[in-house]
C-alpha cells in the first residue's frame, strides 16, 4: 500500500497486478471527496491482510497515469488483475460500497467444507457432504473413491448431485465401465473396434464405446479417430 507515481506505475501496478489484484485510488490535495474515500480504501484494503493491495496515485503530480485511465473526475478508483482493469468507480461512495468492490477482488477465504475435500480421505470427504451437500470438489473425489473401491452405483448416485463437468464425466463413465465389469485405463483399442460394429443399434454398446472415450480423454490422440468412425456408424 503506497503512492505511485508515472515512473513506477508499471512495475508498482500493471506488474504487480499479474501476482495480487492492485487497486488504484486516483485523487488530488484539493479534493474534498478524496479526503473522505482515501482513508475508507486504505481501511477495506488492508483488512484483506495482504490479497488485496492498494496503490495512490496524486493525478497533479502524475499525469500520465491519468491519462492512462482517461481520467475526468476524482476520485476514481479502478481495480486491475493480470495487468488489466477490471472493475472501477468514480466518485466517493459509501462504505458498503467500497466493502462490496474489494470484496469481489479478493479470493474467497476457504469454507470448512473446502478445508475437509483438501484433506482427501472418505470421513473427511463425507463430513465435507454433511456440511454442503452438492459441494462438486467433495462429490468427484468421494465418487472416484467408491469406483476405486468396486463401488459404482453409489458413485453415479454422488455424481448426480453436481453438474455435468469434465472431471465429472470423466469420473462417472468409469463407474458405468466398472458395473460392467470393463476395467478403465486399459488397452482399449480392440474393445473399441468390436462395439462400433453395434454403436447403432445397441444403446448399451453405444455408451460402453462413449465411456471408453471418454476415460481415454482428448489428449490421447485414438480418441478423435473413435468419434470421427462413431460418426461415421451413426449418420
Known sequence: MGDVTDATFETEVLDRSKTVPVVVDLWAPWCGPCRTLGPMLEQVVGATGGAVELAKVNVDENPQVAATFRVQSI?????LR????????????????????VARLAPA????????????DEASL?????????????????ARLLVG?????????????VPETPDARAVAAE??????GVAAGQDVSRTL????DRVRDDEDARQEFLDLLETLG????????????????LF
Open 218 to 233: 482428448p489428449s490421447d490422440p485414438r480418441t478423435s479417430g473413435y468419434r470421427r468412425a462413431l460418426a461415421s456408424r
Open 149 to 161: 473401491r468396486g463401488e459404482p452405483e453409489e458413485a453415479l448416485e454422488l455424481l448426480a448431485r
Open 175 to 180: 463407474a458405468r465401465l466398472s458395473s460392467r
Open 126 to 142: 463425507r463430513k465435507a457432504l454433511d456440511i454442503e451437500r452438492d459441494h462438486p470438489g467433495a462429490v468427484i473425489a468421494l
Open 75 to 79: 476520485p476514481a478508483v479502478f481495480a
Open 82 to 101: 493480470g495487468g488489466e482493469v477490471v472493475d472501477g468507480f468514480v466518485g466517493a461512495v459509501p462504505k458498503a460500497q467500497v466493502e462490496q468492490f
Open 109 to 120: 477465504a476457504p469454507s470448512e467444507a473446502d478445508l475437509l475435500v483438501a484433506a482427501g
Open 193 to 196: 473396434d468390436a462395439l462400433l
